[in-house]
Nanobody
Framework: QVQLVESGGGLVRTGSSLRLSCEFS????????IGWFHQSPGKEREFVAA????????YYVGSVQGRFTISRDNAKNTVYLQINSLKPEDTAAYYC??????????????????????WGQGTQVTVSS
């Protein structure tokens, strides 16, 4: 069993930055790839970014590349999502999730919700215009 707890969300203005954290714990938790997803009001949950267990490989949805950066510190059992130049359309609940299935090809793997075994409760990001 792996537990994930997100933090770092809040109410911010357009153009601001936030760093979300996903602290994970449990059995062999450093062996898990971690993904971030977000869900805006009235929309389905969508993939944002992912990082493999070692931190060497990262993958982003095209719309956030250049503004979002995912990283991890396995010594602290934490994955981070740095979000710069926030826009009102970034308003969403942000969830992190963990999986053990390894990705040979990033697209169609890291972005698949059904491959993730464990999920956090989410942290809300609200961006005012």
């Amino acid at each position: 069993q792996v537990q994930l707890v997100e933090s770092g969300g809040g109410l911010v203005r357009t153009g601001s930055s936030l760093r979300l954290s996903c602290e994970f714990s449990g059995r062999i938790s450093n062996n898990y790839d971690i993904g971030w997803f977000h869900q805006s009001p009235g929309k389905e949950r969508e993939f944002v970014a992912a990082i493999n267990w070692s931190g060497r490989d990262t993958y982003y949805v095209g719309s956030v590349q250049g503004r979002f950066t995912i990283s991890r510190d396995n010594a602290k059992n934490t994955v981070y999502l740095q979000i710069n130049s926030l826009k009102p359309e970034d308003t969403a609940a942000y969830y992190c999730a963990a999986k053990t299935v390894r990705c040979v090809v990033a697209r169609g793997c890291y972005d698949r919700e059904d491959l993730y075994d464990y999920w956090g409760q989410g942290t809300q990001v609200t961006v005012s215009s």
